[in-house]
């Protein structure tokens, strides 16, 4: 078939163009979201996390597991914070000489390859102990890289040693 027939006598050639340019994506991971931890996400979450739980503190018993992810998620002392690949744990203390109240994280477990998470797990707990009055949020437990992450991710993280005795 000829280029006449098919454009038909008299029409012009028209230039092919090229594509418009596809739109850039943001390809960056998104911010997770952090809530407090409910039933619903405790479902989802408890075929890794209890596991862990008995073994971070030595208790064999689900019920008790269980028992104690109920208490923590009704008490106001506690927050047990999650996204969908990482939870955590934090509670008020006070000192006896001291009014204020102290923020100490108990746990923080993340899902390997989600560090990321656990972060903002920490942000969570730094944006609850403001709205407390806190003035320290403790996460002396953290050990590792995860440590290397927190200096990263908070300005004013600071070191110090604790002297205990075992009994």
């Known amino acids: 078939m000829s280029d006449e027939i098919r454009r038909g006598p008299g029409r012009p050639r028209k230039e092919i ?14 911010k997770p979201i952090i809530r407090r931890l409910d039933q619903a996400a405790l479902n989802l979450l408890a075929p890794w996390l209890v596991p862990l739980l008995q073994e971070q503190f030595g208790v064999q018993n689900q019920t ?31 000192d006896p000489m001291d009014p204020t109240p102290i923020v100490e994280e ?37 050990a590792g890289a995860r440590k290397e992450l927190l200096k990263e991710a908070f300005p004013r993280f600071k070191w110090r040693s604790i002297c205990y005795l075992e009994l």
């Open 64 to 94: 008790i597991v269980n028992g104690w992810l109920r208490m923590w998620m009704l008490e106001n002392q506690f927050n047990i914070a999650c996204s969908d690949h990482a939870v955590g744990l934090a509670q008020i203390v006070n």
């Open 106 to 142: 108990v746990f923080t477990f993340c899902q390997p390859g989600f560090e990321t998470d656990g972060i903002e797990i920490y942000r969570h707990f730094e944006a609850w102990g403001k709205l407390v009055r806190a003035t320290e949020f403790r996460f002396e437990k953290a």
């Open 17 to 30: 163009q090229p594509p418009e340019p596809a739109p850039v994506f943001d390809t960056r991971p998104v």
